[in-house]
């Protein structure tokens, strides 16, 4: 299906965005002026994470500007400006240095979206521990699995996740030294502390040690889609890549006001969540609470939020219903919506033309890149359905792996896997204790993403498929991604998973789940009716020969549909790590 190109015209925006001249800014960049731009000299404490995202603006003019405001779920606001998040995340780092957590140290986060989170990320940061973050929603084997793995020294945690699902743990993790609980006035026990107890013990001010860009920040385990989560490793160089994203990609400006929906479990909540927003400047938005599509339509309004940035899940689930926002909602403050984490249908794109008023902008990167890699800009046209263009400084290309070689495919509209060419400064450093699996990414002089891609004549890359997704049907290749923004197309049709499913004469036959609209009646007419619709657009070879009606995909809790379950679910084998399922039918509206 064709989908014609949103045109641009920059001169028309306000503000200019920072990214105008896309060629130009690729021939003119390096990374060593952006270094200069943000540091001056490598190996000072000028590229400490924290030094740059709160210490330089709170000691600057900026120091009394809004940098965080917390919504509550009932309804409380909390405002920090830059000086008031300098010193909450001192005073944690000054409890570490006392708990005697240093260098190296990993200290592990699992609470839900809460001010306290935010404190210990930016004050490990500062103390050169290592900060890893986890989903809320985990249950205790996977906490237990990520913090074993990981030599948890510290935890901060509520007292509520702590006695269901940590306290029975602890025997098995016997590194972990300190629990600091958010949310309790009184220390509980030794080891057991009170986090805002301690924090009021310790002083404000903290002499940031001097910091290497290669010591490593941040531990991020991946999202499980397709086998067990594995602990990407960054450092605190990283931030050039979450600085300059900031201002090309989400186009961050002075006034702006961001919200980022991804919860810090994930790398896009602490990258984007965090880091680029406050690196920038900007005041972020952190809402407390999960989905609901007029909570958040609410939020976008009152909060005149200017750029959000969201996922496909949630741009799926507010396209389900029947809300016409603009009628209803005063988003005139908003001027560019992102999206990331899974393929962004055209159909979306377009939705948010129509229905917001803008159209959605995709963006493709992955825990292990650490920040936005290929993006649509706000100043170039969008072609619905591409991830877009390579960030300036990001040589990309399209590759077959030969051995232990890259063999780049200059052909346009050629599939392939994504490659990117290692030195960018937030290319994760290693998989925790897993050196093999590591250096089996690199092939030649690129990296291997494990995305199938093409690139069209104009540089624009096309998302494929993950490798290990791809369906090989009567020596056909068929992307699930193709199929599945089809099927979207159609309107009894919320959202869709395909899967090749093993058979004797065709390799693999090409299946679809597929969860209807509110109000639909999913029947062996509207089966008939979807093949028939697929095959006319796709034809006989790439269409599904079997549709099968679900009330709800699995996903996990990143919001990805998990296509290895369905797949293994189909073919009665066992369902592997499930650690980052979520609930299905856990989709609240
Ligand atoms: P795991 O590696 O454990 O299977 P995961 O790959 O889902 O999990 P993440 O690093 O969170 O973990 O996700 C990155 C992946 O998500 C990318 O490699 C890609 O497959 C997919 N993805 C992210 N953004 C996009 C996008 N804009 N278009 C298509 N796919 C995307
Ligand atoms: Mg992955």
Redesign the pocket.
Known sequence: MHWPPIKKIPEALTPQPHLVDYDQTCANFSWEDVLRELDGSEGSAGLNIAHLAVDRHADGPLSAHLALRWLGGDGTTIDFSYRDLQEESNRFANLLDQLGVGKGDTVFCFTDRIPALYFAALGAWKNLSVFCPLFSAFGPEAVYQRMQRGDAKVLVTTSRLYQQKIAALRKRLPKLAHVLLADVAEDLQEGVWSLPGQMAAVSSSFTLPPTDPEDIALL???????????G?LHAHKAVLTHYITGRYVLDFHGDDIFWCTADPG???GISYGIIAPLVCGVTNIIDAEEFDAERWYNILESEKVTIWYTS?TAVRRLMCLDIKPLEIFDLHHLRAIH??????NPEAVLWGQNVLGLPIH????????GGIM?ANYLALEIRPGS?GRPLPGIEAAVVRRVDDSAEIIEDVEVQGELGLRPGWPSMFRGYLHEEDRYTKCFAGDYYL???LVRRDADGYFW?V??ADDIIKTAGHLVSP?EVESLLMTHPAVAEAGVIGKPNAMLGELVKAFVAVKPDITADDQLRLELIGFTRRLLGPAIAPREIEFKAHLPK?K?G?IMRRLLKAREMGLPLGDIS?LELEGNNKK
């Not at 991020?220 to 594995?230: A, E, L, Q």
């Not at 995709?362 to 890149?369: K, L, M, S, V, Y």
């Open positions: 991020h385990f991946t999202s499980g889609t397709t086998g067990m989560p594995k990407a994930w790398v896009t496909p999206s990331v984490g899974e393929p962004l995709d963006n493709w990167w992955q825990t292990e890149t290929i991830m993403t494990g995305d998302f498929g993950r991604f996990n990143a990805k980052t």
